[in-house]
Structures are given as structure tokens and as C-alpha cells.
């Protein structure tokens, strides 16, 4: 179980928004529910699964901006794989929670 | 107004446990309630503030595990700053929302 | 043609350097020679080539660390992914040059 | 000693082409010469030096392309600061081709 930290950013677009790329990565993402678990934050996308399918995922919402136009993407990934412990985003908030 | 995302990661330490530099972060925070808003996320710690503050916070967040005998430190660093509209963490999810 | 620039942080390796695990990195990558072009850069190493064959690329390198007894990596990505204009590291490099 | 590697990203910017900007930023490094190194790399700019003053110039290179008129920027920051060995841009290189 590996978790990924994605922001697609698209480069050259008429204005300085980005929530309507945001917003497609969050549909394109309902059609992974039960598969995967995800998480809007204010900065990013968080993506808790298995890693080989993550990265299928990962080119996939790395193309959206594409679709609507886009000529330029610059897509930046965080991952955070864990293997001596159970990783997910639930098991890593309550650790730090713990120690608060 | 400008939000940062940060992790902040000892390299070299005897397990691969870090939910306790985390805590020390947000211990850190808290010492700046009012001036600053900050969340903690399965994946980093965001930040929403002015941007000159938000940076002396990275370099003194950075230098945490270093104080719990770290000797190597990568941090890494996003920020978003939109200067057409105010950018909080709180407009930034809600323009997304709107648009799902 | 993408570009990606990715660093792989074993995390709880007992001593800070890591220039072993990048080693093994730039090891791998001769086995692809001809397919791709790859850069080692001070702070991480440059890709460039097909976007699909780099992710599986990239999710292989993340790997090695834990071939090699690590329990925990962090890897870090950043793409550029342009398709106005032959994005090559070596004319984004040119691109820039021209300007100076 | 750290080491500080940048991209400074504009967002709705008309045009997909950032070289400019990434040229204001070395035109802008010119000026730090004798006091720190830097290096252009086809997907970042390397910064060696210390870390509070990185930072400083981390700002300034951050408001740069809303100089010209962006109205809003994603800068991203990866810092390594290793403090049991020299961390000069030069010994990591060294530390990995020696092993190659």
C-alpha cells in the first residue's frame, strides 16, 4: 500500500485558476471508488492503493489538462511507501495525532 | 496570501518512523495559533500565511529534526501564491467543490 | 516527450548517504540506454523520453532502495510535459541560454 | 552548507514557454556570485549555499515572474542539508560517479 501527493499544474493556460482541472482529476477519480481511497486537500490530491496501479493513475490525471486544451503540464508527485507497517492515510494522521 | 506544503524528511535515522518529527512540527505550530493557519495532512503539513513568515517557519521547521539528532534533512517545498484573488486554503477547496 | 526529474529517499537506512542507492539508480538506467536520455544532476536524476515508459521506469527505481533492505522510500517527481514545441532537455537548456 | 534545487512555475501565463522567466532568475543569480554556486538544469536551478540566505534568494526568485506581470506562481523547493560531511554540490556527484 503506497500513498501518492499529486498537483497537475497546466503551464500557458488564459488565466491563473486551476479548480476546473482539479475538479476533472476528482471526477475521473469517482470512477476508482472502492479501488482506491483519495482526499482533496487545498494543495494537492492524495492517493491511497497499490503503487503499480497508482502510477496508471497518476498518467492518466497527468492527461486531463491535455483534453481541455492544455499545451503544457507540469504534474509534481510525492510518494510515501511503507512496507515494515501498514501505510495508509488513516494509520499515518492517527500516529501523529497520538504524539500530539 | 500564500500556502505551503511541506514535508520534512531525516535521512539516516535508525527506523523508518517519522510520525514523531511530525508531532514536533505541529507542537512548533502551534506556537504561532493566530498568526498563521496550518492543517496536517496524511502527507504533509500546509501552511497559509504571509509568505516572508511562511519561509523563516520552513527554515525553523527544517531544522527540527536536526535539535532530535538528525543528521540529514530533505525537505520539500510547494507553495501556491495568486496575487488576482485571495488565496486561501479554505477558497482554494470550495472553487473545486463548486465544480464537482 | 516528457521529462521527469525524480529523486528516491530510502527512509530509516541507519546512516545519512544515500549515494549508493543513486548509484544503483544510474546502474539500471545503462540497461535502457538508446530507449531514453537520463542525467545525473547534484539533487537528483533527469529522464527524458516516452511518458508511459518513464512511469515504469520511475516505479522500478523506486524499487531498488528496497532490493537493497531499505523499509521505507519516499520518492519525488517532478514532470514536464510539453506538446507545442520538441521537448528535449536539450533545447529547454538552449531556450534558456538564448536569453542570458 | 545546503543545497537548494527550484522551479518557479507561472500559472496562466498565455504561453506554455517559461524559458524567459527562467532567465530573469540566472540574470537575478549573477548578482549572488562569490557568495553561493548555482547550476541551470534542463528541469531546475541547483542553489549551494547557507540555508537562511537560500531562502532569501528563494523569495526573491519565487516573486520574479510576478515582475513581469504573472499573477500567480508555484514555486517548488527540494532542500538537502546533510551536516556529518561537507554537502557541496561537487562531493555528492563524486560520491555517486565513484561508485559507478
Known amino acids: 500500500m503506497a500513498i501518492v ?34 482526499e482533496l486537500t487545498p494543495m494537492s490530491t492524495l492517493i491511497e492503493g497499490d503503487l503499480k496501479e497508482l502510477l496508471e493513475i497518476v498518467q492518466q490525471l497527468h492527461e486531463l489538462p491535455f483534453q481541455k486544451g492544455a ?19 488513516e494509520r499515518k494522521l492517527k500516529a501523529v495525532e497520538n504524539k500530539l
Do not use: W
Open 71 to 89: 499545451q503544457r503540464v507540469c504534474t509534481n508527485i510525492r510518494i510515501d511507501d511503507r512496507r515494515d507497517k501498514e501505510n495508509t492515510m
Open 5 to 38: 501527493d499529486i498537483t497537475v499544474i497546466p503551464v500557458g493556460t488564459a488565466t491563473p485558476s486551476v479548480s476546473g482541472y482539479v475538479a476533472e482529476i476528482h471526477k475521473f477519480l469517482k470512477g476508482y471508488e472502492g479501488k482506491i481511497k483519495y
